[in-house]
């Protein structure tokens, strides 16, 4: 009987220490993902800085050519000039639309992560709990 005892508690023991390193691997990555969230949303920030002030860039250059007279700037040249800012302004439209499929993309890698945030805090509650159970059953 006593062997039996010894026996119980040493599995008992060896599976709460397992859900105890269980629980610890959990907080670690919660850790971990904490860090790696703060760098995100810091990037995400920069980036929707960077996209307004592009936004700011493509009106003002849009702006350039209705704010210059025809009369002062005509024929060819204005021709050749229009034909400039059409193409600079939509190559910033290309740009941006760039940043704002990172920004998307930034945007659902955030999202995943605060979700298996909330995960990995249910997950090492759970294995803390299970490893309590195992440590009370010891005799």
């Known amino acids: 009987m006593a062997n039996d005892k010894a026996k119980n508690n040493a599995y008992n023991r060896a599976q709460g220490q397992k859900y105890q390193a269980q629980a610890r691997e959990y907080e670690a990555k919660h850790a971990a993902n904490e860090e790696k969230l ?3 949303r810091e990037a995400k920030k920069k980036l ?3 996209i307004t002030d592009y936004d700011t860039f493509k009106k003002n250059t849009e702006k350039i050519e209705s704010d210059i007279s025809e009369s002062d700037f005509k024929g060819d040249i204005r021709n050749k000039f229009k034909t400039s800012v059409k193409t600079v302004t939509k190559d910033i439209n290309s740009d941006i639309n760039k ?3 990172n920004l998307s ?3 659902g890698e955030i999202a995943g992560l605060e979700l298996e945030q909330g995960n990995l805090l249910s997950w090492a509650a759970n294995a803390w709990d299970t490893a309590a159970n195992f440590f ?3 005799v």
């Open 105 to 107: 993309s930034l945007s």
């Open 136 to 138: 009370k059953s010891l």
């Open 48 to 50: 929707e800085t960077a």
């Open 99 to 101: 940043h704002q499929a």
């Open 38 to 40: 703060r760098r995100l």
